[in-house]
C-alpha cells in the first residue's frame, strides 16, 4: 500500500471489514440509573413487576359506576381519593373526587373530567354525555410482569433510564466503558490553554473534539499529544496507547506526505488492515491493530476527522460494544443547491434542513465545504450524501443524515 497507488474503498468495504474486526467487550459492570445514560445494556431486563399496578384515574374529575349513573343528572359525592391513597370502596349509586393516578376505588369504572362536571356542595352535576369507562389507565397497560422492557444491547437512552427505573431498577448490568486513547499529531499544533501561537501554529481542534465525540458515546477517553510529525515519537505513542487501550484513534498524519508518519508508525508497530475511502471529506482513512488494540487514524483537516469519526469510529465502537449495528438512517430531503460538477468520491456535504411553505424540507449547503472549516459542521444540521459520480440540480431529492442520530 504505497503512495497514492491504493485503490479507494467505498464506505461499504470499510464497514464490512470493521464489522469483522469488532469483537464485542464481554465484561459489565453494575452502574446506578444515574450513571446508565448512553451505556449500552449486558443483561436483557424483565420487569419484575406490572405498571401501571393498578387501575387509576387519568384526569382530575369524578368517578362512579356507569350502570348506576346512567340517566341520573345528579350524585352525591360519598369519597376523595387522590394520588398515593390506598384505594377506597365506593357506595354503590355515589360518585368520588378523584386526581391523576389515584387509585379507582373498587365499585367505580368511570372518570369524567371535572372541567366537564359542576359541583354543588356535596352534590356532583353530570354533563349531559358522558362516556362509561372512560379516562381510567388500566392495570399493565405499559408492562406487564415478565416482559422484557430493554433488551441486550440496547443504548440507554433518558426514556429508557426512566423505563427502568418506572420497574424498579436502581441498578442496571452495561457493558464496561471502552478506553479510548486519542492521539493528535502535527508540529503545528499547539493545545488551547497552553499560550499565544506562534508563527504558523494552530490550535488543536480534533483532540478536544474527538474528546467529546467519545464521551457522547460512554467512552472513557485518555489523550495524547500534540505529537510532533516524527517517526519515532509517534511510533513510542502507539505503543504505550496499545498498552491500556481499547482502541485507539489519531488525527493527522495518515496521508501520503513527508511529514505524515502515522501510517508507517502503525506499519511498523501493528498491522495496516485497510486504508483510504472513496469519500471526500475523509480520504486517508486508516484502519487496523496494534497489539490487541484497535486502531482507527483520521485525517487533521478537522470536518474530515469530524465526518470519519460519525462514519466509521462511533459505528465501529457501537459493535465493540455490542450495540446492533444501525444502518445509516438517511432521509430524502429535496436539494436547496445545485451540484454542477459530479465527483468521483461520494461526498458528504454539511447542510442545513429549512421547511418550505408546504412543509417540504429543503436542504441548504454550507458555501464553504472545505475540509479545514469546522464553522460548517457547528452551522449545519447534518450531511447530504451524495453518490460518486452524481450532479444535483434544485429540486432534486437527495439522502440526509441529521447529525444527532449519527454521534449518539
Ligand atoms: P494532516 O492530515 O496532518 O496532513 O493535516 C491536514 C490539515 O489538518 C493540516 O492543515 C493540519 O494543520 C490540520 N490539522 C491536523 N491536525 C489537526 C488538529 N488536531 N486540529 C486542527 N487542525 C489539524
Ligand atoms: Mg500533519
Redesign the pocket.
Known amino acids: 500500500m504505497k503512495g497514492g497507488s491504493a485503490p479507494l474503498l467505498s464506505v461499504e468495504e470499510v464497514w464490512a471489514r470493521m464489522r469483522a474486526d469488532a469483537t464485542t467487550v464481554v465484561e459489565g459492570e453494575r452502574v446506578t440509573l444515574d450513571e446508565a445514560l448512553s451505556r449500552v445494556l449486558a443483561e436483557d431486563l424483565r420487569a419484575p413487576i406490572t405498571v401501571p399496578g393498578f387501575d387509576n384515574s387519568a384526569m382530575d374529575g369524578y368517578a362512579f359506576r356507569a350502570d348506576d349513573a346512567r340517566g341520573l343528572r345528579e350524585l352525591s359525592i360519598s369519597l376523595r381519593v387522590a394520588a398515593g391513597d390506598a384505594p377506597g370502596k365506593l357506595s354503590p349509586g355515589t360518585a368520588c373526587r378523584i386526581f391523576t393516578g389515584a387509585p379507582m376505588p373498587a365499585g367505580a369504572d368511570t372518570v369524567v373530567i371535572q372541567e366537564r362536571c359542576e359541583r354543588r356542595g356535596d352534590t356532583l352535576v353530570l354533563p349531559d354525555q358522558w362516556t362509561p369507562h372512560a379516562n381510567i389507565r388500566r392495570a399493565g397497560e405499559d408492562i406487564r410482569a415478565g416482559d422484557v422492557i430493554l433488551r441486550e444491547g440496547q443504548r440507554l437512552t433518558p426514556q429508557a433510564v426512566g423505563l427502568a427505573a418506572s420497574c424498579g431498577f436502581a441498578e442496571v448490568l452495561v457493558r464496561r466503558r471502552l478506553r479510548v486513547a486519542v492521539l ?3 508540529d ?2 499547539r493545545a488551547a490553554g497552553s499560550g499565544p501561537l506562534g508563527q504558523g501554529q ?6 478536544p473534539m474527538l474528546r467529546a465525540l467519545l464521551a457522547q458515546l460512554g467512552c472513557e477517553t485518555r489523550t495524547v ?2 505529537l510532533g ?1 516524527e517517526l519515532a515519537t509517534t511510533r513510542q505513542a502507539l505503543r504505550a496507547a496499545a498498552e491500556s487501550a481499547d482502541v485507539i484513534v489519531t ?5 501520503v ?1 513527508e ?2 508518519h502515522v501510517k508507517a508508525a502503525l506499519e511498523a508497530e501493528g498491522t495496516l488492515a485497510l486504508w483510504r475511502v472513496a469519500i471526500k471529506p475523509g480520504k ?1 482513512l486508516a484502519f487496523g491493530r496494534v497489539g490487541e488494540a484497535h486502531f482507527l487514524g483520521l ?4 470536518v ?2 469530524f465526518v470519519t469519526f460519525l462514519l466509521f469510529v462511533g459505528p465501529f465502537l457501537k459493535a465493540l460494544m455490542g450495540e446492533t449495528p444501525a444502518p445509516l438512517r438517511a432521509f430524502p430531503v429535496q436539494a436547496a443547491f445545485t451540484r454542477g460538477t459530479p465527483d468521483s468520491r461520494r461526498e458528504f456535504l454539511r447542510a442545513r434542513l429549512a421547511t418550505g411553505a408546504d412543509g417540504t424540507l429543503w436542504a441548504e449547503t454550507y458555501p464553504r465545504q472545505s ?2 472549516v469546522l464553522s460548517s459542521t457547528v452551522w449545519a444540521d447534518g450531511l447530504v450524501d451524495i453518490a460518486a459520480g452524481r450532479a444535483v440540480a434544485e429540486g432534486d431529492s437527495v439522502p440526509f443524515l441529521p447529525f444527532e442520530g449519527l454521534a449518539s
Not at 251 to 255: K, N, P, W, Y
Not at 299 to 302: L, V
Open positions: 493528535s499529531t502535527g503545528e499544533l494552530i490550535y488543536d481542534s480534533n483532540r499529544g500534540p510529525d488525527t493527522g498524519g495518515v496521508s506526505g511529514e505524515d486517508p485525517p487533521g483537516n478537522p474530515s476527522a475540509s479545514g
